[in-house]
């Protein structure tokens, strides 16, 4: 299994979700045979495009979600400390001591605590032109459903059932034309310019956006 999907187990760990995802529920960007990656593409080809002007879609680069996470944070995640696993799950004293030791480890510094929520952003991304598997979880939409704005994540269920990744681990998403969703199932490949930039409101926090050029349903 690949490396986001141990990340998403271990932040699965520590919020206590209902049940850890399934293979189904993670999005592994390596399943869809050819990365579409032009190493012709430059930061001034972004630069130059006019308003509603898109790029060639052989422009755009398939990246892995852990691609978007600082070194330091994914090892953090990917190495949680012992007391994770020292508790049944599901029990009562597993919800309450879970509470109990995040407020003692965000105490002491813990890096597994600050990395399950953390704003740091690999800088390179910035205004890249990027292509990336995910999960709408839809923020902005009209009386028949058409999507405007969302977030971008990982896994099915984030920010709805389940807890949400780490901001790092979450895109806003614009895209004024609208995208129709027949199922939150569903998953999309989606690509656009990504910028560093964070966006918070009341559903979730993510430290990167995307202007979106292209979407399709995504299909292993």
């Known amino acids: 299994m690949s490396l986001i999907t141990l990340l998403l187990g271990a932040c699965d760990e520590i919020e206590q979700s ?8 993670v999005i592994n960007t390596k399943s869809n045979g050819k990365n579409t990656a032009n190493a012709n593409q430059t930061d001034s080809d972004t630069a130059r495009l006019t308003p509603g002007e898109k790029l060639p879609k052989t422009s755009f680069k398939t990246i892995e979600w852990t691609d978007l996470m600082p070194k330091d944070d994914l090892d953090a995640l990917l190495n949680p400390p012992d007391y994770l696993s020292e508790i049944e799950d599901g029990s009562i004293e597993d919800q309450i001591t879970s509470q109990v ?14 990395a399950l929520v953390s704003t740091r952003v690999v800088s390179e991304m910035n205004d890249q032109a990027i292509r990336i598997p995910g999960f709408v979880v839809p923020v902005e939409f009209d009386d028949e459903q058409i999507i405007t704005q969302f977030f971008l994540v990982p896994f099915f269920g984030a920010c709805i059932h389940m807890p949400p990744p780490p901001p790092n681990q979450i895109i806003f998403v614009e895209y004024p034309k609208g995208l129709q969703l027949e199922s939150l199932y569903d998953p999309f490949w989606i690509s656009g310019i990504l910028q560093t930039s964070l966006v918070e409101n009341e559903i979730a926090k993510a430290t990167y956006s995307l202007n979106l050029q292209y979407f399709e349903k995504y299909y292993e």
Request: glycine share 0%; net charge negative.
């Open 18 to 25: 209902e049940q850890t995802p399934s293979k189904q529920d």
């Open 101 to 114: 030791q995040s407020t003692i480890a965000a105490a002491n510094d813990d890096r597994y605590q600050q």
